[in-house]
């Protein structure tokens, strides 16, 4: 075997060197005359790259660059800085033999005979798109993280302001947050449990429930398909439970003795795509006389504008008792990252 370039015969040091280099297969390693035609392609870029080496001897070694680096002469800028500064060195997408593109870091050196003559290029690369991918994901999660906290700081600013603006005593104000802040908790404690992925409508009204005492009352009626929420429609959710069943024990149907309440939810196929029906009816509770408040509080502002940022909403004070309609897309209720819900409704 000879050295391309180099007419001299390879040592046993150099076949030793040689077993060193295929034995190292976390590497692509591939060395390349001074036109950048491949002269060897060992074991560890067949792994990575894809190409056997009887492939790639002889070819140029620009094949596993995108096209777009190749356009810019990338290869061309690694072998000059290489000549001039010892190596070049880079961090980038390349291609494989399939087609799919990998992340790696890379090195390309000056390739010298004993002699200390320039002979060719070596490019040494490992595959380091399972690290990229970790460090975009951690990336994502504090990009996510932040407004997260974000957002749960403007709708925490919102109950505390409206809950202050509205309440008649400062007892009023340091129960109606309290109650709606440890509402808000809860939610998340759900979400937490489920890696932040999603909630269903049955959790949140349970959870509901038991922020007012009334875990598993049969004056609490529930009913419904198994519909998963994304965060967001989760939280808006939890709210609109607890105002209502805040509101209902409070002047409705669960402030008597003989009221219920009836949550009924369900999935049909409107105008093209999947659609939830949800249905908050009150029975039974004292009659309505004023049909339609003059002045809504926070509560009843919170209820419609959280769930028409999903969709449609809306209520009626019927003599038998409060009912709430809405229609809403599951699309938008199931997306994973919309923080804008909650946080530009018009509360």
Not at 233 to 260: D, P, Q
Request: proline share 3%; with cysteine.
């Amino acid at each position: 075997m000879k050295i391309a370039g180099y007419d001299e015969p390879i040592s046993s040091r150099e076949r030793f060197l040689e077993a060193i280099v295929q034995s190292a297969i976390d590497y692509a390693i591939i060395s390349m005359d001074l036109d950048g035609l491949v002269t060897s392609w060992n074991e560890g870029a067949v792994k990575i790259l894809g190409w056997e080496a009887e492939d790639m001897i002889g070819k140029p070694a620009t094949v596993f660059f995108t096209q777009e680096d190749r356009e810019n002469g990338i290869p061309q800028k690694e072998m000059t800085a290489a000549l001039n500064r010892g190596r070049g060195s880079d961090e980038r997408w390349h291609l494989r033999a399939d087609g799919t593109m990998f992340w790696a870091s890379g090195e390309m050196m000056a390739l010298r005979a004993p002699d200390d003559k320039t002979i060719g290029f070596i490019k040494i690369l490992r595959d380091r798109t399972g690290e990229r991918e970790r460090v975009e994901r951690e990336r994502l999660l504090m990009h996510e993280l932040a407004h997260r906290m974000k957002n749960t700081l403007s709708v925490v600013q919102a109950i505390v302001t409206q809950s202050l603006r509205n309440a008649v005593s400062l007892d009023d104000a340091t129960d109606k947050l309290q109650l709606r802040i440890a509402a808000y908790a809860k939610a998340h404690e759900i979400l937490l449990q489920r890696d932040w992925v999603s909630a269903t409508l049955a959790d949140l009204v349970t959870a509901a429930s038991m922020n007012i005492g009334m875990e598993g009352s049969a004056r609490i009626r529930a009913d419904g398909p198994d519909v998963r929420l994304g965060p967001q429609a989760a939280l808006s959710f939890a709210m609109v439970f607890h105002e209502l069943l805040t509101n209902a024990s409070k002047y409705g149907a669960l402030s008597n003795e003989e009221g219920h309440v009836e949550i009924s939810w369900d999935l049909e196929h409107r105008d093209g795509m999947e659609t939830l029906i949800v249905c908050w009816r009150e029975l039974n509770g004292p009659r309505i006389v004023n049909f339609e408040p003059d002045r809504k509080g926070f509560g009843s502002r919170l209820i419609v504008s959280s769930l028409q940022a999903f969709g449609e909403a809306s209520v009626s004070y019927r003599q038998e008792g409060f009912v709430l309609l809405a229609v809403l897309p599951l699309a938008k209720l199931q997306l994973q990252n919309d923080l804008s819900a909650i946080e530009n409704a018009p509360y």
